[in-house]
């Protein structure tokens, strides 16, 4: 395995990390295109990691790429070079949401993703061209517009 992403939990609770196969025949190698996000939980470590797909495939099958997921109580977030964010529940494991990070015309990786500290209903990303952009869900929204934020 490659690990090609690591990032501790605001709480330091859990780990989470990128990780891709990587397969030897003989003198020959190949890292895979498939992209499997983990979330360790480090209290425990003999524990079952929770595991995350679908991060796939990417376009660029480098050791030297690197993407920095992140983990919140209720959901995990990794990027990937084709500028989606995959978002995941953690209780279901099902992906939520895929955020495109794409600007017209312009085609970056996304290379880092982070939770708010104390909203986890907010998400930050940041692409190869240094643009940041912050997404909040549509809760926090409606929130913010009726005054009722918490």
Known sequence: MNCSGLQL???HRYLVCNTRRI???GHNWRVE???ITMVIRLENTESTPEIYGENQPMESV???TYFFPHVS???VAAESD???IFLWDRTSRQ???KLSHRLPGQKNGVSAVAFHPRDQEVLVTVADDCKLRAWMSRNRLNSIATGTMR
């Open 9 to 11: 939990s605001a709480d």
């Open 23 to 25: 397969t030897v025949e």
């Open 33 to 35: 295109d498939d992209v």
């Open 62 to 64: 480098t050791l030297s």
């Open 73 to 75: 109580p209720d959901y």
């Open 82 to 84: 084709r500028d989606v």
């Open 95 to 97: 992906t939520i949401s």
